[in-house]
């Protein structure tokens, strides 16, 4: 069952991923990079992180991916302009490059010790053990990361405003 | 099922977002990439904290949201600001810095 859920999984994060990278129109890459961010939710869930697979998609998938599709829209964005083509260079030496990231990455993750995983019979994923942690050892990190919230919502407002 | 083989799916998502990157010319579609790579180094986060059945990998998870919501931000208002510059997205023709 889990493998089943495993591999269905991959494949639609990997295929939602390159419609995402290779489709030329911006709301459908977005609408594919939501699809993406849900099964990375599905991720969590086998993983037994189902607080985060929560977060993720009322976050993720929810408010940041409104955001982009919001500009998206606003801008009206269409088509990478096709009459000035990209470069052939700029297409095949970063799919090359990329290859071969993927296989130094691919060759070095492999190299983790493949004990299956093992069964937590703790709490591990709810909103509780999250809680205990954030709010325990992870407390001064977690009060300046609220900062940095309030600086990126005040640095959009001046650069996107017209004029102060 | 093995941790690697999440870890496998997390190398892979990680590097189609920089090829996203790399062969994309619209600002936006590259922002979307990186949203791409950062989920990536997600599934790893969790995978590991899985591994070693403690939740701090999650709360490493929690922030990286937190970050990738205030990239977001930053990053659409920078989009935005361009478009009203330059009326064009296209990062190849955003060349202001070049000599």
């Known amino acids: ?164 | 099922m093995n941790p690697e083989h999440y870890l496998i799916v997390s190398a892979v998502l990680f590097s189609l977002g920089v090829a996203g990157v790399l062969v994309r010319r619209q600002a936006i579609t590259i922002l979307m990439s990186i949203e791409l790579m950062l989920n990536a180094g997600n599934l790893a986060f969790i995978t590991f904290s899985r591994m070693h059945g403690t939740a701090e990998g999650q709360v490493y998870v929690f922030f990286i949201i937190t970050l990738a919501a205030a990239e977001a931000a930053v990053g659409l208002a920078i989009v935005i600001a361009l478009f009203r510059l330059r009326e064009t997205t296209d990062v190849d023709e955003l060349n202001l810095l070049r000599w």
């Not at chain 1, 709301?27 to 599905?42: D, M, Q, R, T, W």
């Not at chain 1, 993750?109 to 709010?135: K, R």
């Open chain 1, 1 to 164: 069952m889990e493998t089943v859920a495993f591999y269905s999984l991959t494949f639609l994060a990997v295929a939602s991923a390159l419609v995402v990278i290779l489709q030329r129109k911006p709301v459908v890459s977005a609408l594919a990079l939501a699809f993406n961010l849900v099964c990375i939710a599905g991720f969590y869930l086998l993983l037994q992180a189902q607080f985060m697979a929560l977060l993720q998609v009322i976050v993720y998938a929810g408010a940041i991916m409104v955001l982009i599709l919001f500009v998206v829209m606003l801008l009206n964005l269409g088509d990478e302009s096709t009459e000035r083509p990209s470069r052939p260079i700029q297409r095949w030496l970063g799919g090359l490059l990329t290859a071969a990231l993927a296989l130094v990455f691919g060759f070095s993750v492999s190299a983790v010790v493949g004990a299956p995983l093992p069964d937590n019979a703790a709490p591990f994923g709810t909103a509780a053990a999250l809680g205990q942690e954030l709010f325990g050892r992870f407390f001064y990190p977690f009060e300046v990361i609220s900062l940095l919230l309030l600086v990126a919502m005040i640095g959009a407002v001046l650069l996107a405003k017209r004029r102060l």
